[in-house]
């Protein structure tokens, strides 16, 4: 990568000494061979004089192609499309895949939107429109309309003829879908398959007619679980009258399952990942401080309710040694079987009957682990303090505590699932603050039921 | 989705009636139609008699293509190939793409995978050895070394006839990567260039030659660093004399990107996600006990520290209230802290000059962080005990533990990545017990030192 990285700088250099120089030539010749990506990395350091040089030098189609490559949620986008001409930049926009035209409008205000619509020709601007108008975390708000489509009638050599013309626009053209006279969807057949056709061939005699399609409502990591399974490069979207709408490229999905996979540990972490690496601290803080407030304010029931055995903690103060001990590990143990629990309800749906069983195995689970942690910290304290009675009753509240634990960081995110939410949003640090407060009720209530046994008075 | 699974299971009773009345004709029609995943769904359901049937049935290559679809970790394979004729199964193996048979391979006792390497021909058990030999989450170990490769004089018309050959057995022909006289890699054609050009092109003149490649040693994550920032469908692997070796594809890549996050995952919850959902109760335990039992332990520190303030806690019981509102707190900020640290690390590789830069940053978020929780408490306490002076103490313990957690949470991530280790492996269970520790340190140092003020004698 090194080596990749460092003849990148050097171009850059180069091109920002044509650019200075006013070289368009050279510019163009040096610019144009460079991968789209580099190309958007070096737009993206310029400055905004050179980059008002650049829109003269490149045509809209040539910034599309590069503006494709930038991630639609960077907060410069914005302030990029308003310095260019409004006519450049809705060519340039209009020129771009659609899929990214659209995710790039969907972060502009509504009257920007609009600005950029009207300059569009009409069906363009309302293909726009129509892709806008789904779910961002759909197969609708993924997918893209700029793929290629034939009737069962056409032979491989019209379809190869058909597919040059086709090269530089479409998104991939290495699916084509093929349709029937009711314009249904009927088949799918890829270009390696194409290319051993003979010319004569029809799509419809060769094509792949065991088709995997995805719903246009369909959520995103369905999409995601369904390229992990078959090994696509693209999979056709169906509207209900499965009609063919659009397609998802493989590029896409690999975004979905980046946030996917940063939305369920953002979730066990309680922060969310949006937290820029060139966020101040002061950002960064108030990022983070919700969710710590939020949380503060619910173990502040624990410390009532600790304050509530405030007696008893007055007459055996080594109680309160073992507080931290009960409550982190209880809280630790709540943590694995939320995770674990998660994890399952982004790759399953799970039904009622399912859920019991679930349940039952996660209580089992926590009482065999509480079982053993229980004996280990009965052990240690029963050797440590020379009294097994102390050991005992730390231990019994070690083992109920973890039992519960588990029990809730299984439950809650399935219960917040069936009721249709991200179970992700039950966040580690919350289900390990809520067992605090249930752990702290076990260890006192068994506490103070074998006082007289363990105080020797 | 339902529709499609639908079909599927009415397909699989279909299947299994005919090979049931072993009518292998139809069984073979319907079998072959399918996707290789869904015949390898079906494989996967049937028992050992039915699956013996099937080896009757199916080629050596046909039962190759749905093998490459098997998970590769499915802990079932090393009993299916078992069970498969020694000669059947090295076919078998062969005729997989080399990058899943090398994987199904890696899972195998060095006596069998000899056993089947010794069946196959030389040139292809050597290649095999070859791509075994590299480190599983390298380039190397994901890479296939199934790919099309052309010298620059050849013509476009050339490569097309070619490519019909290869189409059975590379793993993608969408990319042709050209090779000059010294079998230098100097250029990449995608076949959607490709059939743009006229038939005498040379691919010399036409290839890309601006190629981005992957060292055969780099890691895995890189890797699929290099898809998300190109979106390539496949990238060349060279080793360090630049020579072509192998391709990684996209497939892969998207494996590669859940297993990452699935580590970065199970690091953060302090438990192994391997855990299957098939695992019974005592099984997911055993899993889920040794940390645990770890976290116990240095949670028993921090018991003995308390311990050792006995006379403290004695004296002013209500310090015991506070314990878990402190030390759970500071926990769940330490693990923010940990979860931003690790993502980042996960991206970029960071310097002495960074990770000096870092630490400070993220000592001032938590300064600010424990500042204004500190000052929550603080007011919260003060108002319900009728005692600033005991919220004082609790705010500054506060502001102190949650500043020095922050602290942990990304230094010690950032440490251990600095020594090559994982940072994952830093959990969130273990630094909010660590937490625990400094925070009761910290509460009652501060606690210690004011106690003559908040406690009424």
Known sequence: MDENEKRLQDR???LKGYLDSGDKKRFRKTYLDMHFYDQSTFYLTLNKAEREALYGILEPDEMGDMFDTIEDDNPQIPALLKEMDLEYASKMLNDMYDDNAADVLEHLEKVDVDRFLEQMPKNDANNLRGLLHYDTET????????????????????????????????????????????????????LRDLILLDDNDTLGEKMNS?????????????????????????????????????????????????????????GLAGVSMDEANNDGPLKAASKRLP?????????????????????????????????????GTAGNAGTQSLAVAVRRLAVEEIDRHEFLKLLVKEFITGFVTGLVTGIAVFLLVGIWKHNFILGMVIGMAMCAAITVANLAGSFIPMLMSSFGFDPAV?????????????????YFSIAGSFLQYFVKV
């Open 426 to 442: 039950a966040s580690g640090p919350f289900i390990s603050t809520l067992s605090d407060l249930t752990s702290v009720l076990i």
């Open 291 to 327: 969710w710590l407030i939020t949380l503060l304010l619910l173990s502040m029931i624990t410390a009532t309710l600790i304050n509530h055995y405030e007696n008893l903690l007055a007459e055996a103060s080594i109680l309160a040694v073992f507080i931290s001990t009960i409550t």
């Open 210 to 266: 065991d088709i995997i399609t995805v719903n246009v409502d369909a959520e995103q990591a369905e999409v995601a679980q369904v390229f992990r399974d078959y090994e696509f490069l693209a999979v056709p979207v169906v509207d209900h009258s499965n009609k063919l709408v659009g397609i998802v490229t493989v590029d896409d999905v690999i975004e979905v399952i980046d946030d996917e996979a940063q939305q369920d540990y953002s």
């Open 12 to 14: 850059f250099t180069q």
């Open 139 to 190: 197969a609708g708000g993924i997918m893209t309309t700029d793929y290629v489509e034939f009737h069962e009638e056409e032979t491989a050599q019209e379809a190869i003829r058909a597919l040059k013309k086709f090269a530089k626009t479409a998104e991939t053209i290495y699916y084509l879908y093929v349709l029937d006279h009711h314009d249904d969807l009927v088949g799918v057949m890829s």
